[in-house]
């Protein structure tokens, strides 16, 4: 006897193949289509002027036509052509940070290699006109990974926020208002034009052979005694390998200040000899939700970290551009530094030559004290953008930056005491002072809180301390509950009372949320480059 066929077997069989084979049709497309896509030539203009951007007085890039900021997205389903558009705009932004760097910081290129051949390609990084001839100090300033160039702390930022925040101009203005020579490197341009596809350049072929090649035929020559390096992320590594490639750079170098360095002592091979120098002589500030100068700990036989104020990686050059500076402009060395300047430390403590940080006695506390180092007073002058008092006077850093958008150096005793009034009872608070600085580190405010709370409406069974018993004691509750209720709503409207009125007087807040729209969009924008491609 032959069984019975099963129609839905059959029609399986049937549309199983079929289905199989147009799923390998589609992925067939797809993948056909990225690749034409990867080789499609756009046209982009090669101006900001016309892609119809410019920045403004305040340093924003803007649409000269509507005032909007950037918009990454313009083609919704050609996510290549909007990548594409970013990376076009990206090279612009170089050219234009470049052209600060000689038009408003009046630096020079200077081209490497020093003797190319005819056809050879070359690079070059930035100086100013008396690097050759300043005779007490020069500071280096190296940015990170990917693909920002000299002068550039975050293309990102450059693009969405501002220049102040994503450039290294307002390092290079108070370094030379504070008779600084400056050195920007541009330790990623690495090719013949830029371009991974033509030749390396013979000096810059990476970013370490760039900062080596940079040291030996330029900063070597430079008189100055006191050398500082101010080095972010990838920068970091390129530092670390530098002075530990050549120890008689550590003879010449002051102080460095690493912002979030992923730099690591013991992966790249220093010496103890380079791991000593690091710890007494540089600072990391960290990317934490912490405020600035809160100490962040220190990873065994490497530099010290404090938090830069803020929880951003390519911030925290910018915010941490008070307490860099004070760093750099005083005379204490890290550890130094940290026993006057470090947050979040139990009372007592400093550091030494060791690792781990000591106890100092009542009378080295009382001595520091009587000097003014580590006071209020002190940290008040900090606050007023100046640098520590010394025999000489008050250093001035010259700043013009817009002070009040940075983090604010927290001085420690002021930090203990709000710590501390959180205790609710006599007895906690004399125990909360007594800890307030090892609690700083878990309780200090994050970035960006909310500043809207949702009001909870009051409910009749939050409101009662026991069920009335009567009618009457019922009714009476009742009348004393719409009371209440009526009061609340008139501390607290409606949401129907607080919502805009239709018409010109909600365009505005439509206008505000379109940009935020905007803003959060651009923040994706991709970046084909490893490293710091933000």
Not at 288 to 312: C, E, I, M, P, W
């Amino acid at each position: 006897m032959v069984p019975r066929s099963n129609g839905k077997s059959l029609l399986l069989q049937v549309a199983f193949p079929f289905l199989v084979s147009l799923t390998v049709s589609i992925l067939f497309l797809e993948r056909m289509g990225s690749f034409m896509s990867k080789g499609r030539k756009y046209q982009f203009p090669k101006t900001l002027k016309g892609f119809k951007y410019d920045f403004n007085e305040d340093g924003q890039l803007r649409h000269t036509e509507t005032g909007h900021q950037f918009e990454f997205m313009v083609k919704d389903n050609d996510q290549q052509y909007n990548q594409r558009r970013y990376e076009a705009l990206g090279k612009i932004i170089d050219e234009y940070i470049y052209e600060q760097l000689e038009t408003a910081s009046h630096l020079k290129r200077i081209e490497i290699p020093v003797d190319p051949s005819e056809d050879e390609p070359t690079g070059f990084f930035f100086a100013s006109d008396d690097a050759l001839t300043n005779e007490e100090k020069l500071m280096v300033i190296m940015h990170g990974s990917g693909v920002v160039r000299a002068g550039q702390w975050s293309r990102r930022l450059i693009i969405n926020d501002r220049l102040e925040s994503g450039s290294q101009l307002p390092y290079i203005k108070t370094a030379i208002e504070m008779g600084y020579a400056v050195i920007v490197t541009n330790t990623n341009l690495n090719y013949e034009d830029d371009d991974k596809s033509k030749r390396r350049i013979r000096g810059s072929a990476s970013p370490e052979e760039h900062m080596l090649y940079v040291w030996d035929n330029f900063i070597k020559k430079c008189p100055a005694k006191s050398i500082d390096v101010i080095a972010h992320s990838y920068g970091g590594v390129v530092t670390v390998n530098w002075l530990n490639t050549d120890p008689d750079a550590r003879k010449r170098v002051h102080r460095v200040a690493f912002t979030d360095s992923v730099h690591s002592m013991y992966n790249q091979g220093a010496t103890q000899d380079t791991a000593d120098w690091f710890i007494q002589n540089s600072i990391n500030w960290v990317s934490t939700f912490a405020v600035l100068n809160v100490y962040q700990g220190q990873v065994r036989n490497d530099v010290h970290k404090l938090s830069a104020g803020t929880d951003v990686h390519e911030l925290t050059s910018y915010s941490a551009f008070r307490s860099v500076i004070r760093f750099l402009s005083g005379t204490e060395n890290a550890l130094e530094f940290l026993n006057t300047d470090a947050l979040g430390l139990e009372e007592g403590t400093t550091f030494s030559k060791n690792e781990e940080p000591n106890k100092e006695d009542e009378g080295d506390r009382d001595e520091r004290e009587e000097k003014g180092e580590g006071t209020q007073e002190e940290g008040q002058r900090l606050q007023a953008g100046q640098g520590p008092a010394s025999s000489a006077g008050q250093t001035d850093l010259g700043m013009e930056i817009d002070k009040e958008s940075l983090p604010q150096e927290e001085n420690r005793e002021d930090v203990s005491q709000a710590i501390a009034a959180e205790a609710e009872t006599k007895e906690e608070q004399n125990n909360a002072e007594a800890t307030a600085e090892e609690r700083l580190v878990e309780v200090v405010p994050k970035v960006k809180e909310h500043d809207d709370q949702e009001e909870k409406e009051p409910t009749a069974q939050s409101s009662l301390e026991t069920e009335p018993e009567t009618e009457e004691e019922q009714k009476q509750e009742q009348r004393k509950l719409t009371e209440e209720y009526k009061q609340e709503t008139d501390d607290h409207p409606t949401e129907a009372e607080n919502e805009p009125e239709t018409g010109k007087d909600q365009q505005p807040d439509q206008e505000k949320q379109t940009e935020e729209d905007k803003r959060e969009t651009n923040d994706q924008a991709i970046e084909t480059e490893s490293g710091d491609c933000a």
